[in-house]
């Protein structure tokens, strides 16, 4: 992995109802992967892409691990890390299904216009099961303060931004919430 960052990062807080221009706005999950194309539909059955590793690092309230979810996320860093070109053979989805795990990546060309998505679980996901003293299996989950996300990029699609959303549950549907986003170009 390269140790320079390659693109500027962008920090963005998180908290309320509060958005920082360089955040992407809420949107609603079904509408996204309904009307919008998956990125793995914009490339041929097989052919170049462009795969772009993004750092993603978070703060939160102060806690005992320094691990939290994504829904207490106070501000998101995201650094463009790594680009390479890579032989890319698109998995198309029949119905994406969101969950909590996820992340939903969007590519936005130099006029705004949305490109398409990309559905990811959260690479800072930690499940842990333990034994307790009697023996009962204990499960907990964690989260960790610094990750990397992988996006692969189809040469078809020409992004000047990715867009990177984490979903929350209204009790009805998926709310796609704006985490930050990466300035990106071809090399």
């Known amino acids: 992995m390269a140790s320079a960052v390659l693109a500027a990062a962008i920090v963005v807080p998180a908290t309320g109802d509060q958005v920082s221009p360089a955040a992407p706005p809420q949107r609603m999950a079904s509408t996204v992967l309904k009307d919008m194309p998956a990125l793995s539909a914009l490339a ?3 052919g170049p892409a462009t795969e772009v590793i993004i750092r993603w690092t ?3 309230p102060a806690t005992v691990s320094s691990l939290m979810a994504a ?3 106070t501000s998101s860093r995201f650094d463009l ?3 390479r070109t890579v032989s890319f053979s698109p998995v ?3 119905d994406p299904q969101l ?6 990546v969007i590519a936005v060309d130099a006029q705004g216009r949305e490109l398409g998505w990309q559905r990811l679980k959260d690479p800072r996901l930690i499940r842990s099961e333990q034994p307790d003293d009697s023996g009962m299996l204990h499960g907990q989950v964690f989260y960790r303060a610094e990750a990397d996300l992988i996006v692969w990029i189809p040469d078809r699609a020409a992004p000047a931004e990715l867009r990177i959303y984490a ?3 209204n009790g009805q549907e998926y709310v796609l919430r704006g985490l930050g986003s990466v300035p990106f170009s071809r090399p």
């Open 167 to 169: 979903p929350d549950w």
């Open 71 to 73: 829904r207490d996320v």
């Open 99 to 104: 969950s909590p795990d996820d992340l939903v």
């Open 44 to 46: 041929p059955d097989a």
């Open 81 to 83: 890390v790594q680009r």
């Open 92 to 94: 198309r989805e029949r």
């Open 58 to 60: 978070v703060s939160g």
